[in-house]
């Protein structure tokens, strides 16, 4: 039996900076604030960028993830190029 080669896809890692992090309070609902945290980083080659996470379910490791989804979703943008 020929056993197939599991190929491990590298993971990619982005140097990041984080420009900014602030708490901002809303009130999405009357009377019932909502804190999020305001997330700004910048990587090379790409525009700053912004990700919003809810306070309740901050850490460094989601912040991480949610960073690097974001990287990964404009990376794979596509502009569209018209002619004016």
């Known amino acids: 039996m020929i056993m197939a080669k599991e190929e491990k896809k590298e993971e990619v890692k982005y140097e ?3 420009l900014d992090r602030t708490e901002v309070t809303t009130f999405p609902k009357l009377r019932e604030p909502f804190v999020s945290v305001i997330v700004t980083y910048v990587t090379p080659n790409l525009p700053p960028s ?3 996470i809810p306070k309740a379910e901050y850490t460094k490791e989601l912040e991480a993830k949610l960073i690097r989804e974001d990287i990964e ?3 794979a943008f596509k502009a569209e190029v018209i002619k004016v």
């Open 73 to 75: 979703r404009r990376l």
């Open 50 to 52: 912004t990700i919003t």
């Open 16 to 18: 990041v900076e984080i």
